[in-house]
């Protein structure tokens, strides 16, 4: 898989073209703003956009859904949690499959509940669960600090360290990252009890 990570608006969010690169297929990752840039790269590489993918509901990865699926003739994907218009939902453990390469679906409640990490080809595109350096905010509704730790601890930090990860938002010293690396240097990844994460991320 071919990853175009771009950084668009204001909010410093990542959008992301996921390409197939036997096939020419595509995956377009929670698009927002400068949506042109995203119509350059598809056209100027041939692609054909089967999905439009949200890794969490929120207007900053979503609000580019309609132009852009408009433009693609691309399906909408988003957790089942998600009360956002979409074409098809998602849960746990299922998996996105384009071309000849395939995305699983890891369900990260605790920034939102609808929050999904997407994993395949040594990859993970995390959206607002982990940051380069950071985590996601529990402060918005839907958020839970109790999720979130379950979501960190249960599952990402568990998952292979050679993954690169690829965020949400540009809020870290670099634009990607390893899990090995954000479990090293991390100050969120920091082995904590539940309750002594609960009582740090109320006093962040």
Not at 118 to 147: H, M, Q, Y
Not at 152 to 166: P, T
Request: charged letters at 25%.
């Amino acid at each position: 898989m071919k990853v175009y990570q771009l950084e668009v608006g204001n909010m410093q969010n990542f959008t992301y073209v996921v390409e197939d690169e036997e096939t020419n297929e595509a995956v377009i990752i929670d698009p927002s703003w400068d949506l042109d840039l995203i119509m350059e790269i598809i056209h100027k590489n041939n692609l054909k956009v089967k999905y439009t993918i949200n890794t969490h509901h929120h207007f900053d990865h979503t609000i580019g859904n309609d132009v852009v699926t408009k433009h693609t003739g691309s399906k909408i994907i988003q957790h089942s949690a998600s009360a956002l218009k979409n074409d098809i939902t998602v849960s746990d453990g299922d998996k996105i499959i384009f071309g000849n390469s395939e995305l699983g679906v890891i369900h990260t409640p605790g920034h939102s509940k609808d929050s999904i990490c997407l994993v395949g080809d040594g990859k993970i595109f995390s959206g607002d669960t982990l940051f380069v350096g950071n985590c996601g905010r529990v402060d918005l509704p839907g958020g839970s600090a109790r999720e979130l730790y379950h979501s960190l601890f249960d599952l990402i930090s568990k998952m292979d360290e050679n993954l690169v990860l690829y965020p949400g938002h540009n809020y870290g010293n670099s634009p990607k990252s390893t899990i090995g690396m954000e479990k090293k240097t991390n100050f969120v990844l920091q082995p904590r009890t539940e309750n002594e994460f609960l009582e740090f991320m109320s006093s962040d």
